[in-house]
């Protein structure tokens, strides 16, 4: 009736550690650990085992391995072992090992299972500096200092870093001068067994240099690198001192190895001065007297004194007082001395001071300078003493002449000794005289030199005073006259010109300069004779004559009255010259001659024309105007019968190159009759040699009562602007003839400008202007011109009123300046330019007309106006010279018959007829064809070669066309504007002009 229930438990209890990790020092002895009932409750008793586990710490070495039971039970919920803990000398870093709990009871949970000991070491690594303080020499470049470990035994590397500091003490050194901040290594690792007593060594660099410094120093400090390494430093032996200890040396002597003081000086400084290094610090020597021929007490007093040097001191002096006593005494000296310690060398060690005594007599000359006139004679200096002597002496006296180049030397040279006697009776002067020469030559410069004075050897004490030296000057009394040499010159005009001189009455020793000037009376400066104003005439210091030219223009214009001017010589107001004649009057005597001739030595005409007119030319222009007379004379034909005979007056006006014509009547009668002539017979006037008769004296009129037709020739055919140019050439005398002219024509273009003349200094361009379809005619013609000066001048001459301006200024009376003559007339202008020669002038015409043309077409007459452009003198045109009509003067141009056939029906078949060339220098040769009439233009009557050209269409017509007469083609010589240079043939050099402005 009994039975028993079981109740069959099925709870469970949880059990763990009660914390999960466990810290011991290692000098604790044990650790304890616990575990305790976390969840559930117990009604019954439950064991559980707790052993440890090895982990980084050792089993016996770190602690002591357990293995206990653990009971728990109603009452007991926790229940703990002890677990023995090693206590070790080693420096470790923590160490740690594992407990855990076991239980093969079912109802026992275990949670948690493990629990981890960490062991902390309670041993440290102890350093600290081996030294307190570390030096070094600073030679020797380095210092070296030490790290000990005191206390422990490392089980692992632990580091150590040093470091310097600059010091805050007086003597600090200064880092990267002293030493280098950085030491080496800098960080010291101690590795692991290192043990108490293991040192490591560290090295900082010292600078060495070369100055004297004080010990110096700078901070040592050391840390342990990693902060939390068991180590520390013993307390103030983390730091120490390095000192640098200087070895250098400083060398200190005298700043001069002797003295010399004069006896009256009071004192002698005698210094000494760094030699060789540098300072930093300071030093300190002795400097001492030391006696010698010189008496301490007497000569000087002695001294001992102390010379300081530092880094801003380098000199040291000390004054050495000097006595002055009144012995006269031979030079004496004494020595001193410097010493001193390491780190200065003494070198050198001793400089000696000589004593001058200050007792001297003094000798000197009594004048700083001496001067005398030339006609003295002589002349002297004195030398003067000033003290006593006790034995004689000599001092000698030197002096040369004068080396100057502008005077005449004078006086003799100096070089005596003078005796001065002792005692206090003894003169205290004494003369030296020299002769003076006085020549007759002036203008000689203060003639100076230098005598000196000089104590000769063995004169003990005598020295030479102030002055000591003298200048001699000789002053020169002559008087030179400069005169004109003439008091009148007469010079005929065409000389152009006359020589004078300037004299002088005496030689000099310069060279003489005067001045002449001109001044006009009646004759005109640059018109008569050219100026010479500023004219500077040396005379040579011998040659008491100089001669200068003046220049006469000859103007070409006869018929004028003397004209006089002067030359004046200027005062040039020096010393020593006086002016004399100081006028020269100047007549200029005209001896131009004007050369009349008539114009023709045969003049043909018919009986019935009922006149024949004579004309007479004239070469020259003349200063008033003149009248010559045409005489008839009977041959054949009978005066009063024939013709109406007498004295025909012919008058000229002043112009030059023009003629003058006279009417004489021919008698027509009823009678056929042979070929009669008279002769008419050029009279100059009576009383004057200024107007002659040229080539053609007398002339035959030849009447003819049948006279058979001549072409009509005028100055132009078509109308176009014919020109001329005079050619003179042995060639002509073989066909009959003494002179002649080429005569051609150019078309040109409706207002265009073409070159006539263009040489070096002259161009003359014209310009043309259409009057109907075919023909051209010019209505301007101007002239760019370089004058004597230099000045470009720009000449126009205008068709309207045949007005003439010059510069773009018009002139109405005649215009004259540098070379340049323009002179209008009634109808006509003459203009004379120099062409670069002012001794040669270029003569130009032009000739204003209105003419009577008939039309080649049609026959009609009608009138046209144009400009005729002639050169009337060209001789000083170049033989390069160019343009339409200049490419033809001065060169050679040969004539000769023409054999060749002319074309059919030619109307000019009965004319002669030559071949021309012309060979010009800078072109090839040229051939053409011309034919001779008797005429040019209606006012200058001579015979001409006229020539065609098909640039313009040919005059006269012959089977090989005339197209070669002018060089090229005339639009060759086309220029831009009346004075535009520039065209294919141009040669004139418009770089002479000073002024290139154009009005």
Not at 397 to 404: A, E, H, I, N
Not at 608 to 630: I, P, R, Y
Not at 760 to 773: F, G, K, L, R
Not at 802 to 808: E, L, P, T, V
Request: overall charge negative; charged content about 25%; proline content about 6%.
């Amino acid at each position: 009736d009994m039975a028993v229930g079981l109740i069959i438990d099925d709870d469970r209890v949880n059990i763990g550690f009660e914390m999960p990790n466990y810290t011991v020092p290692e000098d604790g002895r044990f650790v304890e650990v616990c575990a305790v009932v976390l969840d559930g409750g117990l009604e019954r008793t439950v064991n559980i085992t707790l052993q440890t586990l090895p982990g980084s710490a050792t089993d016996g070495e770190d602690y002591d391995a357990v293995s206990v039971e653990l009971v728990f039970n109603a009452t007991v919920l926790r229940s703990c072992a002890e677990i023995p803990i090693t206590d070790d000398p080693l420096v470790e870093p923590p160490e740690t090992f594992n407990v855990t709990i076991i239980t093969d009871d079912p109802p026992i949970i275990i949670d948690p299972p493990t629990s981890i000991v960490t062991i902390v070491d309670n041993d440290i690594a102890i350093f600290q500096f081996t030294e307190l303080n570390y030096s070094a020499i600073e030679a020797d470049g380095f210092l070296c200092e030490a790290i000990e470990l005191v206390s422990g035994v490392l089980t692992f590397p632990i580091s150590v870093t040093v470091v310097t500091n600059p010091s805050l003490s007086p003597a600090a050194a200064t880092p990267d001068v002293d030493y280098d901040p950085d030491p080496f290594p800098g960080v010291l690792i101690f590795p692991e067994g290192s043990g108490p007593g293991t040192i490591l060594r560290d090295n900082v660099t010292i600078v060495d240099d070369d100055i004297v410094e004080e010990t110096e120093d700078f901070d040592l400090s050391a840390s342990i690198t990693n902060p939390s390494d068991p180590a520390r430093f013993v307390d103030t032996r983390d730091m120490a001192v390095g000192l640098i200890m200087d070895d250098d040396r400083v060398t200190i002597g005298f700043e001069m190895p002797n003295y010399t003081v004069p006896e009256d000086g009071g004192f002698v400084e005698v210094c000494a001065v760094v030699l060789d290094g540098g300072l930093e610090r300071t030093v300190n020597i002795t400097l001492e007297t030391l006696p010698g021929s010189a008496t301490d007490g007497e000569d000087y007093d002695a001294v001992s004194v102390e010379l300081v040097f530092n880094a801003t001191v380098s000199r040291s002096c000390a004054e050495i007082p000097i006595t002055d006593d009144p012995l006269v005494e031979p030079p004496e000296t004494f020595n001193v001395t410097i010493t001193g310690d390491p780190p200065v060398i003494i070198d050198p060690p001793t400089s000696i001071v000589t004593i001058v005594d200050n007792d001297v007599v003094l000798v000197r000359f009594e004048f700083p300078d001496y001067t005398f006139f030339e006609d003295e004679g002589s002349g002297f200096v004195t030398v003067v003493k000033e003290g006593v002597t006790t034995t004689d002496f000599q001092v000698q006296v030197t002096g040369g002449p004068s080396s100057q180049s502008d005077v005449v030397i004078s006086a003799d040279g100096i070089n005596e000794i003078l005796t001065f006697g002792a005692g206090a009776d003894a003169p205290n002067r004494s003369d030296i005289v020299f002769n003076i020469t006085d020549d007759d030559i002036a203008l000689e410069a203060v003639e100076r030199y230098i005598a000196l004075l000089e104590v000769l050897p063995g004169s003990l004490r005598v020295q030479v005073g102030d002055p000591s030296e003298t200048s001699v000057a000789i002053l020169d009394d002559d008087i030179v006259t400069v005169s004109l040499e003439e008091s009148e010159i007469s010079v005929n005009e065409s000389e152009r010109m006359f020589s004078t001189c300037v004299v002088k009455d005496r030689d000099t020793v310069i060279p003489l300069q005067v001045e002449i000037r001109d001044e006009p009376l009646t004759a005109t400066r640059g018109v008569d004779y050219q100026g010479l104003n500023g004219l500077m005439v040396t005379l040579s210091q011998s040659d008491n004559r100089s001669c200068f030219t003046v220049r006469i223009i000859d103007d070409m214009i006869a018929l004028e009255e003397d004209e006089q001017f002067q030359l004046l010589l200027q005062d040039p107001m020096a010393d020593g010259l006086l002016i004399g004649r100081d006028v020269t009057t100047v007549t200029i005597i005209d001896d131009d001659v004007v050369t009349t001739t008539l114009e023709q030595e045969q003049f043909r005409v018919l009986e019935d024309v009922g006149q024949v007119e004579v004309c007479v030319s004239k070469d020259l222009e003349t200063a008033t105007g003149f009248n010559v007379t045409v005489q008839t004379q009977a041959r054949t034909a009978l005066e009063n019968i024939d013709f109406a005979g007498g004295d025909f007056s012919v008058s000229f006006p002043e112009e030059a190159d023009v003629s003058t014509c006279v009417r004489i009547d021919i008698i027509d009668d009823s009678i056929f009759e042979d070929v009669e002539d008279f002769a008419v017979v050029l009279m100059p006037p009576p009383g004057t040699a200024s107007v002659q008769v040229g080539r053609i004296e007398m002339a035959t009129i030849l009447i003819d009562d049948l006279l058979p037709e001549v072409p009509s020739v005028n100055d132009t055919i078509v109308g176009d602007p014919l020109l001329t140019v005079p050619i003179y050439v042995p060639g002509l005398q073989s066909v009959g003839l003494d002179s002649a002219s080429l005569c051609y024509e150019i078309h040109g273009e409706d207002d265009q400008y073409f070159n006539l003349v263009s040489d070096c200094c002259t161009s003359v361009n014209a310009h043309y202007v259409s009057i109907n379809d075919y023909l051209n005619v010019v209505d301007e013609v101007a002239i760019r011109v370089v004058d004597d000066i230099g000045q470009c001048r720009n000449i126009r001459i205008d068709l309207e009123g045949c007005s003439a301006s010059i510069d773009g200024m018009t002139i109405s009376s005649p215009y004259r300046a540098f070379g340049v003559t323009v002179r209008p007339y009634q109808g006509r202008v003459r203009i004379s330019t120099p062409n670069c020669d002012s001794d040669i002038t270029l003569v130009m015409w032009t000739i204003c007309q209105n003419n009577t043309i008939i039309d080649p077409f049609t026959y009609v007459p009608f009138r046209a106006q144009m400009i005729k452009f002639v050169i009337a003198r060209g001789i000083n045109l170049n033989e390069s010279s160019h343009g339409l009509i200049g490419q033809f003067w001065n060169i050679p141009i040969m004539v000769s018959e023409f054999n060749g056939v002319l074309k059919e029906e030619s109307e000019y078949e009965l004319s002669s007829r030559f071949t021309i060339t012309v060979d010009h220098p800078d072109a090839a040769a040229r051939v053409f064809t011309g034919f001779l009439q008797p005429l040019t233009w209606e006012f200058k009557r001579s015979p001409c070669f006229y020539v065609g050209d098909q640039q313009g269409g040919p005059i006269y017509e012959v089977e090989e066309p005339n197209d070669s007469v002018i060089e090229g083609s005339y639009e060759d010589y086309q220029v831009g504007g009346p004075f535009e240079t520039e065209f294919t043939f141009n040669r004139f050099e418009e770089g002479r002009c000073l002024d290139l402005s154009t009005p």
